[in-house]
């Protein structure tokens, strides 16, 4: 029999009622064997996230404000769960647990997990799974990089020894014993590294849409579904801002080529997106998908003779790296190079960015453009098809866009468009029609 690990996100196990959908939808499939759960989300618009509140609560005791009333939000959404699903998971003896650690210190990364942890352990018992705290063998070093192939073989080993169980994503170890989180959003890596360490067929990850869209709905009015998109495509659009699933979490299944699926909890028969190694363009499909953000910032240098200069993009790098920026693209010319940068990076920097720019590399000018947006159009089919940015351009020349900046990957299927950040959704809605309606 072959094994599928499915990860559930917050919002399929925000109360009793998604949670008993989601053992439904495990008890549907027998080959469903591992699990990873994500902390309870949002059960209705204005509640908070378990996370949120964990993050507020060591918010409150690093400020040593009273931390009670959040504590006990905490711990009742959790007795809740406990009582309506009918079982014991020694929540009580949890919680007693996790207020002594509080009072004694307990590091931000430790009070976050607990999400996942609570979670995992009511999940566990109500499936009738094994618990599997993912502290033992979700492996950080000692500088908190995450490592892949311990954690792998280690994982192997520990999960071989059950054959059906829960386990908490977002979280690891330290080698010194502490807890150490993912990014938000990082039990779909846990969820990958899961899979990639039992051989599973597929990695299910459930959420509460119906898989990836061609564009943003709150921009295109019902967007079409994509049902199948390669790991690379993927890339390129969480990167850019499509946030279905966890951007690093497609590296440790498609080391191991296994295919991921998207989901919804609530729509379980919807085949949802299948995300594989190799791209599979159907029906003549040019464009996969349309992504993008927001308020980002140009530094454009003009530099006489530029390309004669050794060393001098390097240079310019140099000074970003000393003010810790990164960089999202570099469009370059003869003797021109422009610098795109997520505005938040230069938050009470840029002044001094630009004035060490112009001592220290000799600029003859140095420009600024804030409030810039950055669209991506992506897809295999765009590879070797002639007339693709013919089409995209004149779709924003209809439109009446500027486009201010066109950088397109060495991968050939995508092409980034910079705009006025006030162009943003109208040249989203241009792109999209002119390549899927």
């Not at 990860?7 to 495990?26: D, P, V």
């Not at 280690?154 to 829960?166: M, P, Q």
């Amino acid at each position: 029999m072959s094994i599928k690990t499915a990860k559930f996100g917050g919002t399929s196990l925000a109360n009793a009622e998604q949670i008993r959908k989601t053992k439904q939808i495990i008890d549907a499939d027998p080959e469903r064997r591992y699990i990873v759960v994500s902390a309870p989300g949002k059960r209705f618009e204005s509640d908070s996230k378990v996370t949120d509140l964990l993050y507020l609560l060591h918010s409150h005791i690093e400020q040593n404000a009273p931390y009670g009333q959040i504590l006990d939000l905490i711990k009742n959404r959790f007795l809740v769960l406990e009582e309506e699903l009918g079982v014991d998971a020694g929540m009580d003896k949890e919680f007693r647990a996790f207020e002594e650690k509080l009072e004694t210190g307990a590091t931000v990364d430790y009070i976050a997990s607990r999400g996942e942890y609570f979670n995992a352990k009511i999940i566990a018992e109500f499936l009738g799974y094994k618990f599997v705290d993912a502290a033992n063998f979700v492996l950080f070093g000692d500088k908190g990089r995450f490592l892949m192939e311990e954690t792998n073989n280690a994982l192997k080993v520990a999960l071989k020894k059950f054959k059906r169980a829960v386990v908490p994503g977002f979280y690891g170890t330290l080698p010194n014993g502490e807890i150490k989180t993912f990014s938000r959003g990082g039990s779909d890596i846990t969820g990958s590294i899961v899979a990639r360490a039992v051989g599973a067929s597929v990695y299910e990850n459930w959420t509460d849409v119906s898989g990836f869209l061609m564009a943003d709905p709150r921009i295109v009015d019902c967007p079409k579904a994509i049902d199948t998109i390669s790991y690379k495509e993927l890339r390129e659009l969480s990167y850019m801002g499509a946030s279905v699933l966890h951007e690093n979490a497609i590296y440790p299944v498609r080391l191991a080529g296994i295919p991921i699926n998207i989901r919804n909890t609530n729509s379980p028969d919807d085949p949802g997106t299948m995300i594989t190694a190799e791209e599979q363009i159907r029906d003549g499909r040019i464009v996969t998908g349309i992504a993008g953000n927001k308020d980002f910032t140009v530094i454009a240098i003009y530099k006489n003779m530029m390309s004669t200069e050794i060393g001098y993009i390097k240079r310019v790098l140099n000074i970003l790296d000393d003010y810790d920026v990164s960089i999202e693209h570099i469009p370059s010319g003869v003797d021109t190079i422009s610098l795109v940068i997520a505005s938040r990076y230069l938050d009470g920097k840029l002044d001094d960015i630009v004035e060490d720019i112009e001592k220290k590399t000799r600029a003859d000018s140095v420009e600024v453009y804030e409030g810039m947006a950055l669209i991506a159009t992506v897809g295999a089919g765009m590879a070797m098809r002639p007339g693709v940015s013919a089409t995209l351009f004149k779709a924003l020349y209809d439109a009446k866009i500027n486009i201010r900046m066109i950088d397109q990957g060495s991968s050939e299927m995508n092409i980034i468009v910079g705009v006025e950040g006030s162009d943003f959704e109208r040249a989203i809605k241009a792109i999209y029609d002119a390549f899927i309606l």
